[in-house]
């Protein structure tokens, strides 16, 4: 897999997952159900900046300050994914974000000085297996890498789609 290479869409600190990311109270009652992911697409980051749901291109970076996408469902990840966005760098998240995000495909890197580093628009490279991420500029930050493990769920682009290869190479073998 390529290293992902994109704009940069910029947001601040304490960004909340269910009221800023996505609109959770419109979405409430499908809560456990299939994923409606143009419903997802069509309010991501609307409400942050009503230009992102049609102006992202599948491949951009969101790049987010301290505390990212804080009280979110599984359904934030869900909408940036289904919204083409390749990785969020961030100063900080909470762990759960970051499960929830790589088990629908989507990596999330923790790197510090990053919300300083650049600004909307720029491109910039984040390679989650390495946790080195270039600016336009190419200095290189660093951010913790990825296990082997999580390099194999992402580019597998989800825990399921993963798992489901797993098992049917596990049946092809026995025969």
């Known amino acids: 897999m390529t290293v992902p290479r994109g704009r940069v869409w910029k947001f601040g600190d304490d960004v909340h997952g269910d009221d800023g990311?996505?609109?959770f109270a419109i979405i409430r009652d499908s809560f456990g159900k299939e994923f409606d992911e143009d419903a997802l697409r069509a309010m991501c980051f609307r409400r942050l900046r009503p230009e992102f749901p049609a102006e992202v291109r599948k491949g951009d970076i969101v790049v987010g300050g301290r505390n990212f996408a804080h009280h979110n469902h599984v359904e934030v990840s869900v909408a940036?994914?289904?919204?083409?966005?390749?990785?969020?760098?961030?100063?900080?998240?909470?762990?759960?974000f970051l499960r929830r995000a790589l088990n629908h495909g989507l990596p999330v890197m923790i790197c510090p000085g990053i919300h300083a580093a650049v600004q909307d628009g720029e491109v910039l490279e984040a390679d989650p297996a390495t946790g080195l991420v270039t600016l336009p500029d190419g200095r290189v930050l660093r951010a913790s890498p990825f296990s082997e493990r999580m390099v194999q769920i992402w580019h597998a682009g989800g825990s399921i789609p993963l798992l489901e290869r797993e098992f049917a190479a596990r049946r092809a073998a026995q025969g």
């Open 21 to 23: 990311i996505i609109e």
């Open 80 to 96: 940036m994914r289904a919204s083409g966005i390749a990785v969020v760098v961030v100063e900080s998240c909470d762990s759960g």
